[in-house]
C-alpha cells in the first residue's frame, strides 16, 4: 500500500482568488512570489514558531498540494498573483 497524500490539488492554468486576489496556479518552484506563502507570513504554530509556508525550514504548511513528489502531475507549482 502507498501512502496517501492529503490536501487539494488545484491544477496549472486554474485561476481563484486568495484573500479577495486573483490568482493563478502557475508551474514553477518559485515560493518567495506564491500568494500562498505572503498569506501564512506571520501564521505562528501553539509554541510561538512560524509556520510561513515555502520556508526551508517549514517546507509546505498550506492545505494546497504544491510540491512534486505530492502531485499527480509530478511538477512544482505555486500561486501567482494576476
Not at 496556479?25 to 506571520?42: D, L, P, S
Amino acid at each position: 500500500m502507498g501512502s496517501k497524500n492529503y490536501g487539494v490539488e488545484i491544477p496549472i492554468g486554474a485561476v481563484l482568488l486568495i484573500d479577495e486576489e486573483p490568482c493563478i496556479v502557475k508551474e514553477g518552484r518559485t515560493c518567495k512570489k506564491c500568494a500562498i506563502r505572503q498569506m501564512t507570513a506571520g501564521r505562528l504554530n501553539l509554541y510561538g514558531g512560524s509556520m510561513q509556508c515555502g520556508t526551508r525550514e517549514n517546507g509546505n504548511t498550506s492545505d494546497f498540494l504544491c510540491a512534486k513528489d505530492v502531485r499527480t502531475d509530478k511538477k512544482y507549482v505555486y500561486f501567482a498573483k494576476v
